[in-house]
């Protein structure tokens, strides 16, 4: 059945509520129902029946569950490293020793740079880069909207710019399947043509350097100078947790060696799912293999010195996975937004839509537009690949443009959502890692995202004008 319009109503209802009440909760759980009661052919009991029984559905997956288990996992890694005083100690070390990162303008640099470093997924750069940089961010009082901002800007647009991973092969497969030729040499020639990913993450070192913010994330660097508070929301409940926090620190190693445990664990689960191959490897499999022994070193590294015996591990173990229940419950509420949207049929319904309107000239401008809106509105960058795709390459072919330039207005324009939806995964992961409020990452992170969007805009009118 095809639901028109209708099947519009919901990612746009979540993302006018999350943007009007700043509650992801109440805006992802209203939309997930508007999706549902649609589906019940309007039958408010039945739409509500559907809806929790969508939120139970979403365990019946192993990806989503090792995900949310592996954001508990990650929780409780980073509240033990805390209180054995490693991130005090990893933070002196850094700071005060080395001299290397002293400011805001080398944190922020170091962010960046870490960033660039991990490319296999989007949800493991938002992961690591946050857990790694974020006690050398907290201790230079760098805002979590600023750190969010700039972990989230190093994810998935990475990923697509040095595609050696299943982003590479994802973006192979959907050029191959609409029957072009030499389909890895269209997606590398896609890549310098892909302005919103180049933008997202080569435009950073010169806001850093420059200190240029947009008026909302210049009130949160005020703040955070001013007051101390690195969250506007959060503030009370991160200060009254900074109380309690082991302030000694610890030798150095008590931070390293469960982050690099972890990471290696990683690479060596996704050697080995991958069978010899990281690209191919299962990323959320790795992660989860990779925080279970990262916490059992852990534990070992810490009852050797003293600092834990088993009961207080424990108790700081389910404490640390405690503080990120509310990020499991957004994450289930977004899978089942995600469920919702695929089963109205959102994606190719606007798809449909839109085609009507592009002509030869504007058609990689205008596919690079409809690919933004896509992925804004469902918050899902393959997603938004796998429906633009077979619109946009019939047309590319049909109008002899490039199928490269095509590819990379697709490419960029999913990219926008991933970077820019606040339903996105990796939207959520950002925050989660750095500590921000998921809603306060969106307000002081849009006006830049859509100032990329618009230059990369620019950009493919020129392009498809120049006949390129």
């Given at each position: 059945?095809?639901?028109?319009?209708?099947?519009?109503?919901?990612?746009?209802?979540?993302?006018?509520?999350?943007?009007?009440?700043?509650?992801?909760?109440?805006?992802?759980?209203?939309?997930?129902?508007s999706?549902?009661?649609i589906?019940?052919?309007?039958?408010?009991?039945?739409?509500?029946?559907?809806?929790?029984?969508?939120?139970?559905?979403?365990?019946?997956?192993?990806?989503?569950?090792?995900?949310i288990?592996?954001?508990?996992?990650?929780?409780?890694?980073?509240?033990l490293?805390?209180?054995?005083?490693?991130?005090?100690?990893?933070?002196?070390?850094?700071?005060?020793?080395?001299?290397?990162?002293?400011?805001?303008?080398?944190?922020?640099?170091?962010?960046?740079?870490?960033?660039?470093?991990?490319?296999?997924?989007?949800?493991l750069?938002?992961?690591?880069?946050?857990?790694?940089?974020?006690?050398?961010?907290?201790?230079?009082?760098?805002?979590?909207?600023?750190?969010?901002?700039?972990?989230?800007?190093?994810?998935?647009?990475?990923c697509?710019?040095?595609?050696?991973s299943?982003?590479?092969?994802?973006?192979?497969?959907?050029?191959?399947?609409?029957?072009?030729?030499?389909?890895?040499?269209?997606?590398?020639?896609?890549?310098?043509?892909?302005?919103?990913?180049?933008?997202?993450?080569?435009?950073?070192?010169?806001?850093?350097?420059?200190?240029f913010?947009?008026?909302?994330?210049?009130?949160?660097?005020?703040?955070?100078?001013?007051?101390?508070?690195?969250?506007?929301?959060?503030?009370?409940?991160n200060?009254?947790?900074?109380?309690?926090?082991?302030?000694?620190?610890?030798?150095?190693?008590?931070?390293?060696?469960?982050?690099?445990?972890?990471?290696?664990?990683?690479?060596?689960?996704?050697?080995?799912?991958?069978?010899?191959?990281?690209?191919?490897?299962?990323?959320?499999?790795?992660?989860?293999?990779?925080c279970?022994?990262?916490?059992?070193?852990?534990?070992?590294?810490?009852?050797?010195?003293?600092?834990?015996?088993?009961k207080?591990?424990?108790?700081?173990?389910?404490?640390?996975?405690?503080?990120?229940?509310?990020?499991?419950?957004?994450?289930?509420?977004?899978?089942?937004?995600?469920?919702?949207?695929?089963?109205?049929?959102?994606?190719?319904?606007?798809?449909?839509?839109?085609?009507?309107?592009?002509?030869p000239?504007?058609?990689?401008?205008?596919?690079?537009?409809?690919?933004?809106?896509?992925?804004?509105s469902?918050?899902?960058?393959?997603?938004?690949?796998?429906?633009?795709?077979?619109?946009?390459?019939p047309?590319?072919?049909t109008?002899?443009?490039?199928?490269a330039?095509?590819?990379?207005s697709?490419?960029?324009?999913?990219?926008?959502?991933?970077?820019?939806?606040?339903?996105?995964?990796?939207?959520?992961?950002?925050?989660?890692?750095?500590?921000?409020?998921?809603?306060?990452?969106i307000?002081?992170?849009?006006?830049?995202?859509?100032?990329?969007?618009?230059?990369?805009?620019?950009?493919?009118?020129?392009?498809?004008?120049?006949?390129?």
């Open positions: 059945m095809e639901y028109g319009f209708l099947s519009v109503l919901p990612p746009l209802i979540a993302i006018l509520l999350a943007l009007y009440t700043k509650d992801v909760f109440i805006a992802l759980f209203t939309g997930c129902f999706g549902y009661f589906l019940s052919d309007l039958k408010i009991i039945s739409g509500l029946d559907a809806t929790f029984m969508s939120f139970i559905q979403v365990f019946a997956d192993a990806d989503n569950t090792i995900v288990i592996s954001v508990l996992l990650i929780g409780a890694l980073i509240h490293i805390e209180q054995s005083g490693g991130i005090n100690g990893f933070v002196e070390s850094m700071v005060r020793h080395r001299g290397i990162i002293t400011t805001k303008r080398t944190a922020n640099m170091f962010t960046w740079f870490t960033g660039l470093l991990v490319f296999t997924s989007g949800t750069s938002t992961l690591l880069t946050g857990a790694i940089t974020r006690p050398v961010n907290d201790a230079l009082k760098v805002p979590h909207e600023k750190s969010s901002f700039i972990v989230h800007s190093t994810s998935t647009p990475v697509v710019l040095i595609p050696l299943g982003w590479g092969a994802f973006m192979i497969g959907l050029i191959q399947a609409q029957g072009i030729p030499d389909a890895t040499q269209v997606m590398i020639q896609s890549i310098p043509l892909n302005l919103y990913a180049i933008l997202a993450v080569f435009f950073l070192p010169i806001l850093i350097y420059t200190g913010d947009f008026k909302v994330m210049k009130k949160a660097e005020n703040r955070a100078d001013t007051t101390g508070m690195l969250d506007a929301d959060l503030d009370r409940q200060l009254m947790e900074s109380e309690n926090r082991n302030m000694t620190p610890s030798p150095v190693k008590n931070l390293i060696i469960p982050i690099v445990t972890m990471v290696c664990v990683i690479l060596a689960g996704l050697f080995i799912t991958g069978k010899g191959s990281l690209i191919e490897g299962d990323g959320m499999r790795s992660i989860l293999w990779g279970i022994v990262s916490l059992l070193t852990s534990y070992i590294l810490y009852r050797s010195q003293g600092i834990f015996h088993y207080a591990f424990m108790k700081h173990l389910f404490y640390g996975a405690g503080s990120m229940l509310n990020v499991g419950s957004i994450l289930i509420f977004a899978f089942s937004m995600g469920s919702v949207v695929k089963m109205l049929g959102t994606g190719p319904y606007l798809a449909e839509v839109f085609a009507g309107f592009l002509t000239a504007l058609l990689p401008a205008l596919i690079f537009l409809f690919s933004c809106i896509i992925s804004f469902t918050g899902s960058s393959m997603g938004t690949m796998a429906v633009m795709m077979p619109v946009a390459m047309m590319a072919l109008m002899d443009m490039s199928v330039l095509i590819s990379a697709v490419f960029g324009g999913s990219i926008f959502g991933d970077h820019a939806s606040p339903i996105s995964d990796t939207t959520i992961m950002s925050c989660t890692t750095t500590g921000c409020d998921v809603m306060d990452h307000r002081t992170q849009l006006p830049y995202v859509v100032s990329y969007a618009a230059l990369a805009l620019l950009g493919y009118l020129i392009l498809g004008f120049s006949g390129i």
